[in-house]
């Protein structure tokens, strides 16, 4: 009676070290398809390069934020004349400031993006230098 009792508490532990192993092994093949299907566009960049690229982002930020915000701060309302062609100049020199701000304003928000994808490429990579060993288990028990 004893021997089958320890032989079904072996038999307990050795399917729950099984299902443990499946189930890890099942997360980590779907946890590594879903890194792998990740847009990474500065993937094949290399870390010295991309350190660059994020220093240089960061100036062009701040350069186009003061353009952006000095366009904004100088934007002008429309003076009412008159006449029809002196109305129709008018309209014309608003249009075209509030086209330049805008302008501005969407060049600026795909150079955020750039750096927002630089930066992550960059975090990323600090996370790949954790060894190989601590990347399988991250990846197996990370759900």
């Known amino acids: ?62 350069r ?6 000095k366009a904004r701060l100088g934007h002008s309302e429309a003076r009412g004349n008159g006449f029809i062609a002196e109305q129709v100049k008018e309209f014309e020199r608003v249009h075209r400031q509030v086209s330049h701000e805008r302008d501005l304003s969407d060049r600026l928000a795909d150079v955020e993006v750039m750096q927002q994808q630089l930066e992550r490429e960059r975090a990323k990579r600090a996370g790949e230098g954790e060894g190989e060993l601590l990347r399988v288990l991250r990846l197996a028990f990370t759900f």
């Open 1 to 62: 009676m004893a021997q089958s009792s320890a032989k079904n508490g072996l038999l307990l532990i050795l399917v729950l070290l099984g299902s443990a192993g499946g189930g890890g092994y099942w997360n980590y093949q779907r946890n590594i398809a879903a890194e792998n299907s990740e847009p990474r566009p500065f993937r094949s960049y290399a870390t010295a390069d991309l350190d660059k690229m994020i220093v240089a982002q960061k100036a062009e930020v701040a």
């Open 64 to 69: 186009m934020r003061a353009a952006v915000e």
